[in-house]
């Protein structure tokens, strides 16, 4: 008879807690997603958004940053996994903007907008230029992956204060 050994090494202990983590509802995670924004969506609704995304992000633990265009909302979501799957639920119902696509979704040791409930970033003559960039990223149907990291940092560099 043939008795098998389970060797487990400090990575594969990794690997079964990154494996178990992956199943639980708690977990940190970061959604990116863009919206076409409807047209009839004005400066008044848009400050009905955050307002209603600062409340009830505060009670659930999510944080990130709405950049609105336009013609798009782009957003990252980061927060409780299961509270993340109930607010993407209500944005899909959300009838002042269509056609949502999730741009990436990944698990997280730590907020990377964990300042802000919701940040929301306007165009002006200083950052006119990532608006251009990110105005044709969301029109790309497949954007590459290097592109998505583009678009990460531009969310990065313009939700930080300016001292």
Same mark, same amino acid.
């Given at each position: 008879?043939?008795?098998?050994?389970?060797?487990?090494?400090?990575?594969?202990?990794?690997?079964?807690?990154?494996?178990?983590?992956?199943?639980?509802?708690?977990?940190?995670?970061?959604?990116?997603?863009?919206?076409?924004?409807?047209?009839?969506?004005?400066?008044?609704?848009?400050?009905?958004?955050?307002?209603?995304?600062?409340?009830?992000?505060?009670?659930?633990?999510?944080?990130?940053?709405?950049? *609105? $265009?336009? %013609? =798009?909302? &782009?957003?990252?979501?980061?927060?409780?996994?299961?509270? +993340?799957?109930?607010?993407? !639920?209500?944005?899909?119902?959300?009838?002042?903007?269509?056609?949502?696509?999730?741009?990436?979704?990944? *698990? $997280?040791? %730590? =907020?990377? &907008?964990?300042?802000?409930?919701?940040?929301?970033?306007? +165009?002006?003559?200083?950052? !006119?230029?990532?608006?251009?960039?990110?105005?044709?990223?969301?029109?790309?149907?497949?954007?590459?992956?290097?592109?998505?990291?583009?678009? &990460?940092?531009?969310?990065?560099?313009?939700?930080?204060? +300016?001292?």
């Amino acid at each position: 008879m043939v008795h098998g050994i389970l060797y487990l090494s400090h990575f594969s202990l990794g690997l079964i807690e990154l494996m178990a983590s992956t199943h639980s509802e708690d977990q940190l995670t970061q959604l990116i997603y863009v919206s076409e924004r409807k047209s009839d969506v004005d400066d008044a609704d848009v400050q009905s958004i955050l307002e209603t995304a600062r409340k009830n992000n505060d009670q659930s633990g999510i944080k990130g940053v709405l950049l *609105v $265009l336009p %013609d =798009y909302f &782009f957003q990252v979501l980061e927060g409780p996994s299961n509270n +993340i799957e109930k607010l993407i !639920s209500r944005v899909k119902n959300d009838t002042r903007h269509c056609n949502i696509r999730i741009l990436s979704e990944k *698990v $997280l040791c %730590d =907020y990377e &907008f964990g300042n802000w409930s919701m940040v929301n970033i306007d +165009i002006n003559a200083e950052n !006119s230029d990532c608006f251009v960039v990110l105005d044709r990223f969301a029109k790309a149907k497949c954007p590459a992956d290097d592109q998505l990291k583009g678009v &990460f940092l531009i969310f990065k560099g313009l939700s930080q204060p +300016i001292h």
